[in-house]
């Protein structure tokens, strides 16, 4: 009797340190929305889906950004902040690894340059919301390769560093100080361009401006290419971004290294990317339009000849 229960001790011993091994291996994220908004929303979902997918150990805590996590005493490993709200939110612990994600590269060194918490560059890292110059560039060289000079508006507090443009394009820039002088500088980036490229400046392109910017540029027949598909089914002919599903995508096979390196990466812009046409807009504009596939497939020629 003695034996059988020495037995059924050890082993008690053994599942309870197998759990205490399982558990010190689990990573705990805490993941924090700026809103409950559609485009946070499908971020999340995508998130979940793409960690049980990958079968990866990990324990969520979900909070929004003007909400105070519900962890307990749980130790957060990592604090993945998914847009600016969340990244400045976020930033205020200093001591916790963050990874910033559905956020400008703008406005993600803003926050970390004016921020009061000091953390190491190894413990911050991003995954941008816009895409890299150099893309953006070849994607309006390849679906309208007779529109070669693209306007631009920007705000003062957007830095941003020009970029280097494929031979025959040039550009078209203008910093707006006011927001009372927005559409006059409109009027004649539109009338000097052949092209509008948005970026992602909420001074500029806030939800009170987008639609007359959209009706402005296509009163002037010149056509915009946006960052969303919102804004190709608003009126805008074509855009070149990355959903939610790719960034959380992305942001999964970061945390996966993270959890054995222990380590975040360098800042690093959308590695995936999807392509959004109008083609009602494009007949109205009298501009034949590719289908996305057939741009990306283009896009792809023209980086394998380079």
């Avoid at 929305?33 to 979902?45: C, E, G, K, M, V």
């Avoid at 130790?75 to 963050?98: C, H, N, R, W, Y």
């Avoid at 910017?213 to 089914?233: D, E, H, T």
């Avoid at 990306?296 to 980086?303: A, I, S």
Wanted: neutral net charge.
């Amino acid at each position: 009797m003695f034996r059988q229960f020495a037995i059924r001790l050890l082993s008690s011993a053994v599942a309870l340190l197998l759990t205490t091994l399982v558990q010190a291996g689990t990573l705990n994220v805490s993941l924090v929305l700026s809103d409950n908004t559609p485009p946070y929303r499908q971020f999340s979902a995508a998130f979940n889906k793409a960690l049980a997918a990958n079968n990866a150990d990990v324990t969520v805590i979900e909070s929004q950004a003007d909400a105070p996590p519900t962890s307990g005493s749980t130790k957060i490993d990592l604090i993945i902040a998914v847009g600016a709200k969340a990244t400045e939110f976020a930033l205020t612990d200093s001591s916790t690894p963050q990874l910033s994600v559905m956020i400008p590269r703008t406005a993600y060194e803003t926050l970390h340059e004016t921020s009061s918490a000091k953390r190491s560059a190894k413990a911050a890292s991003a995954i941008y919301l816009d895409q890299p110059w150099d893309r953006q560039m070849h994607f309006i060289q390849v679906a309208l390769p007779k529109h070669s000079i693209v306007g631009m508006l920007y705000s003062p507090d957007t830095h941003i560093v020009l970029p280097r443009l494929p031979r025959g394009m040039s550009l078209n820039v203008k910093s707006v100080s006011a927001t009372e002088s927005l559409f006059a500088a409109l009027e004649n980036i539109l009338a000097s361009s052949d092209v509008l490229l948005v970026i992602p400046d909420s001074e500029i392109y806030s939800s009170s401006n987008v639609r007359n910017i959209l009706l402005a540029s296509y009163r002037q027949k010149v056509p915009l290419v946006g960052i969303s598909q919102a804004y190709v089914n608003a009126g805008a002919l074509c855009a070149i971004f990355s959903a939610p599903e790719q960034l959380a995508a992305q942001v999964v096979e970061t945390i996966i290294s993270f959890a054995s390196g222990g380590k975040l990466p360098e800042p690093q812009y959308p590695a995936s990317f999807s392509i959004g046409v109008n083609q009602q807009v494009a007949r109205s504009l009298g501009i034949e339009m590719a289908s996305p596939d057939a741009i990306r497939e283009r896009m792809n020629k023209v980086e394998m000849g380079r």
